[in-house]
Nanobody, 121 residues
Framework: QVQLVESGGGLVQPGGSLSVSCAASGSIFSIYVMGWYRQAPGKQRELVADISSDGRTNYADFVKGRFTISRDNAKNAVFLQMNSLKPEDTAVYYC???????????????WGQGTQVTVSS
């Protein structure tokens, strides 16, 4: 069984910074793309950023220049550094990963439980 566990998040004032982390555990042979999504109340879940196993990154236009995604392959972890936060960044942030559990198995997509990020004065 594979688990994604997020940490970080919380309340921050507009213009502030916050970081969230996610660590994968369990039966893991390899991890392909890891990413962060977010879902605000009444809105659909949307991609924030993702990163491939070799470090290629992809960002949503609304976070370019403000957020940075990174990963530590040795720790099966992905991080999101969020700077210049705006009230519209308020959402539940979810970790996502494509994980191959065993050598002779296909990859599966997993989600974390989500962590709340609130940007408010």
């Amino acid at each position: 069984q594979v688990q994604l566990v997020e940490s970080g998040g919380g309340l921050v004032q507009p213009g502030g910074s916050l970081s969230v982390s996610c660590a994968a555990s369990g039966s893991i042979f390899s991890i392909y793309v890891m990413g962060w999504y977010r879902q605000a109340p009444g809105k659909q879940r949307e991609l924030v950023a993702d990163i491939s196993s070799d470090g290629r990154t992809n960002y949503a236009d609304f976070v370019k220049g403000r957020f940075t995604i990174s990963r530590d392959n040795a720790k099966n972890a992905v991080f999101l550094q969020m700077n210049s936060l705006k009230p519209e960044d308020t959402a539940v942030y979810y970790c996502n990963a494509d994980i191959k559990p065993r050598l002779r198995a296909r990859s599966y997509n997993y989600w974390g439980q989500g962590t709340q990020v609130t940007v408010s004065s």
